[in-house]
């Protein structure tokens, strides 16, 4: 019984796996177990009943007055009506068309669209779950793996954690002191290399697994230039119009990205009402689609934030520092590979504020003092470069299991034919395309420095 209370959160962890691989819904296995382990944990004298009193005041911060997600419901119905209006599906099948020649041309669209969101929203939620609703049902449709369409659209909606407005950026600025405008310059280039590396990678994964992604038919879609050249037009005016009003009144200085949801919400409608999608019944479809796909969305918060806060009473961070503190540092480079190493794997148990908070203020004092030679010279330099491989890094906290808030807001929103075992398998190979640009962004810092330089962000 001693042994069971000494490994009371690693217990936790398998339960926590085993249930989600089962197939229970995400949302109420994650508070149930909390919970439950919280019990244990007054049983066993490592958490004291009075601690589950601050759970309502962690869950009201975290969700009722976070005014990020205050965002996620006006875009989710923004997504639902873009779904409704055959709007995304239209642009999703135009790009198909243009792609049909490279393989996983459909694919290659989503990781396009996942881009484009990522610079108008900055919120992965959102973003995830507006992506499965638009672009799952078309993938299956035509036939694609499970694991190839589930792994694209959830890689593809965390990229808006990196690409700027990033509301990580925002907080990892405040932490350390750093210009958030600097920040914002230096996350563009890696971002877009993480994005130009799902492309790689979905476009090799397709030639050599044709069946996982088949190709458009050579008779699908118009014969000739003209044809063509009209399709475009008409498919991607509709979703321009969206982009511009939504990053135009970011942009312009007009709305900040909150207000530029409901921005969004109202030229979706207006698409709508274009393409004769929007009645009093179709109105009322959407409405309720959305609200119960915010409704599971805010629930899964709640129970993530259960979880994560009884796993860390009963010592969960502990041993996880535990176990890595037994490495030895001596030099800049080895502390620099400390924290990364330290850092994604935290990203299996916290969320990317929880990383943050605990990383930051702990390494940043450390590392500005550290000596990496001719490599990288000067406490702001690297510093900026520690910022950007952190944040680079943390798109694998969205991912990996079992606390990857990516995979629990696509769980609530996939169809049942899609289980957690699909999901796990399919975001595998794009975790490791995050550990490379992570590498690659060490090994070559001008990934990051060019553009603040170009500037003159860094004089």
């Known amino acids: 019984m001693e042994w069971i209370g000494d490994h009371l959160p690693v217990i ?21 177990i909390g919970i439950f382990f919280g019990w244990l944990g007054i049983y066993f004298g490592l ?8 759970l309502l005041p962690r869950i009201y911060g975290q969700a009722v007055e976070n005014q990020v997600l205050v965002a996620v419901p006006m875009f989710i119905f923004m997504g639902v009506i873009l779904e409704r209006s055959g709007v995304a599906e239209e642009l999703l099948s135009c790009l198909q068309i243009l792609f049909r020649k490279i393989p996983g041309g459909l694919a290659l669209a989503v990781v396009l669209l996942g881009t484009i969101m990522a610079a108008t929203t900055g919120i992965v939620g959102a973003s995830v779950v507006m992506l499965t609703l638009i672009a799952l049902p078309i993938m299956l449709e035509r036939g694609y793996s499970k694991e190839l369409s589930v792994g694209t659209i959830a890689a593809s909606g965390t990229l808006g954690i990196l690409i700027p407005p990033s509301i990580m950026l925002v907080i990892i600025g405040d932490l350390m002191q750093l210009s958030v405008g600097l920040l914002f310059a230096a996350a563009v280039l890696p971002g877009l290399m993480l994005s130009g590396l799902y492309v790689i990678y979905v476009i090799v994964y397709s030639y050599f697994n044709p069946h996982a992604a088949p190709p458009l038919g050579a008779d699908k879609g118009p014969q000739n230039k003209s044809e063509l050249l009209k399709m475009v037009v008409f498919s991607f005016a509709p979703p321009a119009f969206l982009i511009v009003l939504v990053l135009g009144s970011i942009f312009g200085g007009w709305a900040t990205p909150t207000e530029a949801a409901g921005v969004g919400c109202i030229g979706a409608l207006v698409l709508a009402a274009r393409a004769g999608k929007l009645n009093f019944k179709s109105m009322n479809d959407m409405i309720l689609s959305a609200g119960l796909t915010n409704g599971l ?14 796993f860390r009473a009963l010592g969960g961070d502990d041993i996880v520092l535990e176990v890595l503190k037994k490495m030895g540092i001596d030099t800049g480079w080895e502390t620099l590979a400390f924290v990364m190493t330290l850092v994604f794997i935290m990203g299996f148990f916290f969320d990317f504020l929880e990383i943050c908070l605990v990383v930051l203020p702990i390494f940043s004092p450390i590392l500005a003092k550290a000596d990496f030679g001719t490599f990288v010279e000067g406490p702001k330099y690297i510093l900026l470069w520690y910022a950007m491989l952190l944040a680079v ?14 995979l629990f807001y696509m769980k609530g929103t996939v169809p049942p034919s899609v289980t957690m075992g699909h999901i796990y398998r399919g975001i ?12 690659l962004c060490m090994a070559f810092p001008d990934i990051i420095f060019y553009l603040p330089r170009r500037w003159g962000l860094l004089d």
């Open 297 to 310: 969305v805010f629930f899964i918060v709640f129970g993530a934030t259960l979880f994560s806060y009884v």
């Open 428 to 439: 595998i190979p794009f975790v490791c395309l995050q550990v490379l640009a992570v590498i």
């Open 47 to 54: 958490f004291h009943p009075v601690q589950f009193a601050n």
């Open 393 to 406: 890094n943390l798109q694998s906290a969205f991912l990996t299991p079992p606390f990857g808030f990516a």
């Open 12 to 32: 936790m962890f398998m339960v926590l796996t085993f249930i989600m691989f089962v197939g229970y819904p995400v949302a109420f296995v994650l508070g149930a």
